[in-house]
């Protein structure tokens, strides 16, 4: 039985998630430590993949390691098998007819519903999981897990909303014109990273709200509090298969995804290697597709900073602290090269950017005080002391940190190079960890450097422009202009909020659809024109054609 529509419904008014300071004595810092504590107590916990809203244990179990201290993992995940991931895909593909005919503002109220858990029942919960488990201090769990994935989620009904409402402004004598956003033929792959708790939730959220079905597959090192943003979405009332979760070997589960005929769309955010190599994987079935499958990916990034030698010193210091070293650098935004002006660097610049970095406390991310925690595991130490070392190689001058402790979780400490080649491999290779290196340019030379900047990597995410000179700042946004999706003035090149900055980059950044926009919904629909004709036809003749 159809439900019948009685009115037009609008959502509530959505606002930006306000964010907790976790200041020494407040409720929240009192909150989250007894959350904290409380999952310390009660680790490793037992993940099972979740198909069609049942629990599924393959037995094939891997460990989600704490990075602070890697002889303690967070969980025990079951890795889902061929069959689990066949059973997933057909119950998505099941659940979609009912799912798509839901009627819109009952889709809306789930996840308005699941942005009112994140933001309070489950808030701390979400954020132990997030610091433990991915080595993020309080406030970098804030902005993540609480703030933004409720901002997702709110704003994304707020702008389906407004995609909904876009219908043609013009109509014929006689006839209705309008448009209904379908979703995708098929289902959605959903593969996201660690990095970010919330980037797990709207990877899989944004096209389950316009009425698609999806096939999660979480980052092995996010696994947990991916878990319980899926145990959030059932509370909330997401029906069975809608949403299937299937934790497991990345390259086995999204292959046999990308190799099913009602594939539709990949929704990724990851590595730009990886993400390459699943677009050829994609382009070679294309036979077996029923359709053209959309291809949604945001990847990596060698962002930069460009200190103009009006540039106020102070802000552009902190800025750039804070754009390279928060969360390890283990962010697609993080700041990796920094160009200063001579006089800018030799006028306090260095100076203060040394004095600041050596302040900052490096351990495990629970200690409230610590501003760095450990990067996310093994493979990212190993790459991360093997680019210092290369700088090193190639003639880098390490002016602060380069060091690291792997003996009891993952430490690397913050570093600064210096070099004197503006194309050294740290210069223009990806690292995502807690390093910047510096190039130091004539004043006189601002403009030939911004060329610089445009050409010496491959990628195009973030950038900021640091200068009191407005002039300077506009030659920069037009010499700068493809070399960034996001670019800042004087402003740290991270830190985009849903509904104010729409985040992306192109290039081998990825294919800048924008998250936190309504743009990325665009993706994840296809409309389908209708016209209702109320006048019948008299005669099939034209005028032209009488005599």
Sequence with gaps: ?????LASFKVPSIENEPMKTYAPGSVERRALEQAIAQMEQELPFEVPCIVNGKPVKTGNLAK???PSDHARHLCSYHEADVATVASAIEGALEAKARWESMPWSDRAAIFLKAAD?????YRYKLMAATILGQGKNAWQAEIDAAAELTDFLRFGVKFVEELYSQQPSKNSAGAWNRVEYRALEGFVLAVSPFNFTAI???LSGAPALVGNTIVWKPSPAATYSNYIIHQIFTEAGLPAGVIQFVPGPPAEVVAQAISHPSFAALHFTGSTFVFKKLWKDIASNLDIYKGYPRIVGETGGKNF????????IGNAVLQTIRGAYEYQGQKCSALSRVYVSSSVWNGGFKDLLLSQVAKIKVGAPQSFDNFMGPV?????????????QK?????GEILAGGTGDDSKGYFIQPT???TKDPKMITMVEEIFGPVITVYVFEDKDFESTLDLIDSTTDYALTGAIFASDRHALLTATNRLRNAAGNVYYNEKCTGAVVGQQPFGGARASGTNDKAGSISIFYRFVSARSIKENFVGLEDFQYPSNLI
Excluded at 378 to 386: H, Q, S, T, V
Excluded at 391 to 395: H, R, S
């Design 200 to 202: 797990g939730g709207n």
């Design 1 to 5: 039985m159809s439900t019948p529509q």
């Design 305 to 312: 900073h460009v200190i103009h030698q009006s540039a106020e």
């Design 64 to 66: 989600q390691p704490i």
């Design 117 to 121: 858990l994140v933001s309070g029942k």
């Design 416 to 418: 600064v190079i210096e």
């Design 391 to 395: 700088a090193k190689e190639a003639g």
């Design 376 to 388: 996310i595991g093994r493979p990212a130490y190993d790459k991360i002391m093997g680019y210092i």
